[in-house]
Nanobody, 121 residues
Framework: QVQLVESGGGLVQPGGSLSLSCAASGSIFTIGAMGWYRQAPGNQRELVAD???????NYADSVKGRFTISRDNDKKMVYLQMNSLNPEDTAVYYC???????????????WGKGTLVTVSS
């Protein structure tokens, strides 16, 4: 069984920084693209950033220059460093990964349960 578990959310003041981590575990053959999404109250879930296995990154315009996504393929982890946070960044942040498991040998999208990031003074 494949799982994604996020950590690192919390309360931070405007202008502050926060780092999120996501660990993949289970019967994993290989992991393709990994990414972070977020969903604010009343809004749809949106892409924040994603990264390919080779390390090519893609960011939402709203976070470019402030957030950095990275991954460790050996540890099966993806990270999101968030700087210069503002109240508009408040949301539940979800980890996503396309994973080929030993059970199916087919790439499937998996999601973590989310971690809340609150930016407030």
């Amino acid at each position: 069984q494949v799982q994604l578990v996020e950590s690192g959310g919390g309360l931070v003041q405007p202008g502050g920084s926060l780092s999120l981590s996501c660990a993949a575990s289970g019967s994993i053959f290989t992991i393709g693209a990994m990414g972070w999404y977020r969903q604010a109250p009343g809004n749809q879930r949106e892409l924040v950033a994603d990264i390919t296995y080779a390390g090519r990154t893609n960011y939402a315009d709203s976070v470019k220059g402030r957030f950095t996504i990275s991954r460790d393929n050996d540890k099966k982890m993806v990270y999101l460093q968030m700087n210069s946070l503002n109240p508009e960044d408040t949301a539940v942040y979800y980890c996503n990964a396309n994973i080929v498991s030993y059970d199916s040998y087919t790439g499937m999208d998996y999601w973590g349960k989310g971690t809340l990031v609150t930016v407030s003074s």
